[in-house]
T-cell receptor, first 113, second 115 residues
Framework: AQSVTQLGSHVSVSEGALVLLRCNYSSSVPPYLFWYVQYPNQGLQLLLKYTSAATLVKGINGFEAEFKKSETSFHLTKPSAHMSDAAEYFCALRHTNAGKSTFGDGTTLTVKP | EAGVTQFPSHSVIEKGQTVTLRCDPISGHDNLYWYRRVMGKEIKFLLHFVKESKQDESGMPNNRFLAERTGGTYSTLKVQPAELEDSGVYFC?????????????FGEGSRLTVL
């Protein structure tokens, strides 16, 4: 069975500081990994995805994530936080074509001025 | 192009009543998914339609939940009778991409409160 663990339900950073949101996964087969973001009163939207083409994946709004098989991790980073990055972030994995996704519990990012 | 729309955005009902949630996917998206998030925990899979057929309903919690997608367009999720533990946010997502790498497009969710 597959699972996703997001370490830290709440992360707070200052504006301009590094953002690091942690995601570890457990999977018996190579997974496809995703980060989604949910802004207040909106649906989830895709930030970036790992499709095995490259281990370092760049997404929208300056975010990137690195797939590390040895650590079973797919942490999300952004060099400099902006106030508009305040949102909830979800890590997810998927195996089968168009099949179900398994999500983590989510991490709420707060950005302090 | 319209995104995934869900109705109602919020529903408050008494235990034992019935509620029907509706999802309109992006036009042309054959894949439609229902997910649920309870008490700020993980977003859990409920079921997956491909057009009007149920591809995977392994996440449906029990037979009080009934999902339909007549004609392969919009979908409804009925909870009858509702229990307290059914409270949560129900998300609908759609996708045209049949690959595992395909992006899901989510609606804003329907928040269900059962009193």
């Amino acid at each position: 069975a597959q699972s996703v663990t997001q370490l830290g339900s709440h992360v707070s950073v200052s504006e301009g500081a590094l953002v690091l949101l942690r995601c570890n996964y457990s999977s018996s087969v190579p997974p496809y990994l995703f980060w989604y973001v949910q802004y207040p009163n909106q649906g989830l939207q895709l930030l970036l995805k790992y499709t095995s083409a490259a281990t370092l994946v760049k997404g929208i709004n300056g975010f990137e994530a690195e797939f590390k098989k040895s650590e079973t991790s797919f942490h999300l980073t952004k060099p400099s936080a902006h106030m508009s990055d305040a949102a909830e972030y979800f890590c997810a994995l998927r195996h089968t074509n168009a099949g179900k996704s398994t999500f983590g519990d989510g991490t709420t990012l707060t950005v302090k001025p | 192009e319209a995104g995934v729309t869900q109705f109602p955005s919020h529903s408050v009902i008494e235990k034992g009543q019935t509620v029907t949630l509706r999802c309109d996917p992006i036009s042309g998206h054959d894949n439609l998914y229902w997910y649920r998030r309870v008490m700020g925990k993980e977003i859990k899979f409920l079921l997956h339609f491909v057009k009007e057929s149920k591809q995977d309903e392994s996440g449906m919690p029990n037979n009080r939940f009934l999902a339909e997608r007549t004609g392969g367009t919009y979908s409804t999720l009925k909870v009858q009778p509702a229990e307290l533990e059914d409270s949560g946010v129900y998300f609908c997502a759609s996708s045209q991409d049949m690959r595992a790498t395909g992006e899901l497009f989510f609606g804003e969710g329907s928040r269900l409160t059962v009193l």
